[in-house]
């Protein structure tokens, strides 16, 4: 291998680390977004399921017109 083209490697190799590790922070970040947007959307379905208890009448348990 000539000289040049080590270097040209040797540059290729360090643009390829630098797009990995940017690649690995993006990475981190979304999980962060992820990780809130699933604490949100628990916090909505349990707060949706205690309003739905609210609004629900209350069924009177009552006998069966054949008892």
Known sequence: MTE???VQLEILVA????TIAELS?????QWKVV???ERKLNAL???FLELEEQ??????IT???HW
């Open 25 to 29: 922070n993006e990475l981190a970040e």
């Open 55 to 60: 609004s629900a009448p209350e069924v009177p």
């Open 4 to 6: 040049e083209r080590i």
């Open 35 to 37: 990780n809130v947007l």
């Open 63 to 65: 006998q069966p017109p």
């Open 15 to 18: 643009e390829q680390e630098r």
């Open 45 to 47: 379905i349990n707060r």
